[in-house]
């Protein structure tokens, strides 16, 4: 096969891959028809006009803080009465915008039309054992809250009380209060639901609420979106991060429409669950009632409330679609029955963090005053919620540890070399990166060149043998060995050539993880008008199409139309790695066969559909791979430079190739 063809061939799978894309979403698994998922969650309804007209209630809705420019709350929660559940939460602008340009804040989490609203009260349950201890009937009041309007009887700029009132026969059972409550300094959330038993007998009270939905994909071509826990583990007695993981396109195939996770009682139980995307998070951690019990860590020291209103978290499926993305789900809280004496009051809280999944932050300081934010979130590992790998080919390739250290690097050469440029810095981590490899670079490469010289030396040899046992591979086999062994030359010596690229490789795919979630990186831009976020594809013109194309196309979630971005980016990337490719075969040996010489044109067309599946990355990531491809392009030159000066090339061969300059 020739190189035309060889391309043709190429082109034709590449077209193949498209078309099966097109017209067979299915195939490549990111979506699947609606008979091949489950139904949606039976625990929660969905529409509630009726019941507003039945009750004859009116609708309101609460701000608490700002997002405008010029406030200086974090954050501004907007509460329904409805369900008494969030209808909005945003940023602060000064902090986060929702674009480039600023001229919106954020919205971390957004109530859906016709969808339970996050944080909504699902159901309170209470029950009443009767004065005599045989043949009395239990009694149980069950308030379905799924359409609930709530009367509002207290608000100020930071809080608000919402009320719900039981009855039965004409008389008052129990009051609920679900109270929101905000820090303008912080991010935080605090949501509690308060009890008060208006009997003369004690009662039990059973509530069951929402906590956050879906987070905004806010990456049109991915979905990034995940739910993430954290749990008190018995032996030894620790916090673990990482309890459970779930990317938002696992949901696709539940038999029932929910998805059963773990407890926050028992052994082993949670501490917090959280919802997440890219760069913000809503994490959900129950607080203690009035007088908790305490459970101690392996330290003997440190101490973590235990909470006993919450039994357990499960992801509820609200809204199927065929393709994965457009999928709604959300996290559910179920209650356990909490005793309630006489004339007496509980109070459930949640504490919920609505903010950037910032390191500096969710990092916490453990020698921070015990009970204050840094401690708290050092304690209980909010930092976990920040997770690298997110599926994928390269899951178990993924190191947090590397990471970590990229991310570290980088933030080195942000604040004291590079002027507070990212772009700056990727470039020069490309330089120390590259530094730091050249002697295994070199000594490789150094070695190819002696070993490729003494097979041009061989050759003679071993083409006689091919003409004297034409039919007989085993001897041909044999007497190849024998001459290899005799000329003190090990084929698997090439091998040593590959460890820099395998060495690279978890570094880029390190680097790719965490451009892909790191929050600095957000809106950080390189060369403004150009590369303007470092964290997204570098699209320097888009256009709408009728159907949305394999690669270059996406389905923005914003205004439902399929688009196609060009990105400059990843194509010179590939006139790049083009270059790259024939100044590599330029300098290999001559093939000694057919055979050889089909496997290494092969492989040095197949560098080239790289930039394919980088089209659509983080532009920081195409702009580390440029980089670091032009710098082994000077690599190669300081490594041919020694092999002249060695003798091992002529002294008229090129500096990048074997053609005498």
Known sequence: MDTKKLLQTMIFTGLAMLALYMFFPGFFGKKTTPEAVATTSPYIATSRQ?????QGSTEKTITLGSAAKGSKDKLAVTINNVTAGIDRVQLNINDYAETIAKTEPLTVIQALPDMPKPFATLGIQVESDGRKLIDETQEKLFLYTHHYIWKVVSETPTSV????TFTQNGQTVAEVTKSFTIN???????????????????????????????????????DNRYYHAASFETAPKTIKGDKFHITHDQFQKLPTGTREL???????????????????????????????????????ITKIPVVDYIDQADIDVLELNADAMK??????????PIPIEKDSTTRMPLSVFFGPKQRSLLEGNPLAPEGSEPYTFSLYKYLEIIQFSQGGPCYLCTSSWLAWKLLSIFDFLYKYVTFHNYGLAIMLLVIVVRAALHPLTRASQINMAQMSKKMATLKPQ??????????DMARQNQEQLKIFKENNYNPAGGILGCLPMLIQMPIWIALYASLQIDIDLRHAAFIPGWISDLSSPDAVYTFVTPIRLWIVGYTDPVDGLNHVA?????????IVFYFQMK?????????????????QKISSYMILIFPIFLYAAPSGLNLYIFASTLGGLVDTYLVRRTLRARGILPASAGALTNNPT
């Open 462 to 471: 071993l083409d006689a043998l091919k003409k004297k046992y034409p039919k």
């Open 184 to 222: 303008p300094e912080s991010y935080e959330v605090i949501i509690a639901h308060s009890v008060k038993n208006l009997t003369d007998k004690p009662i039990k009270v059973t509530i069951n609420e929402l906590g956050p939905t879906d987070l905004p994909r806010d990456n049109p071509q991915t």
């Open 50 to 54: 009726s019941q507003l007209a039945e």
């Open 566 to 574: 060009i990105n400059l980016l990843p194509l010179l990337l590939g």
């Open 327 to 336: 999928t709604v789900t959300a996290m559910r809280l179920s209650g356990k």
């Open 161 to 164: 009380d919402l009320l719900a």
């Open 583 to 599: 100044i590599t075969t330029s300098a290999q040996p001559k093939p000694a066969d057919e055979q050889q010489a089909q496997m």
């Open 262 to 300: 773990e407890k926050f009682t028992g052994t082993n139980h949670l501490v917090w669950a959280a919802a997440a995307n890219r760069f913000f998070a809503a994490i959900v951690r129950p607080l203690p009632r009035e007088t908790p019990a305490f459970e101690t860590l392996d330290d003997g």
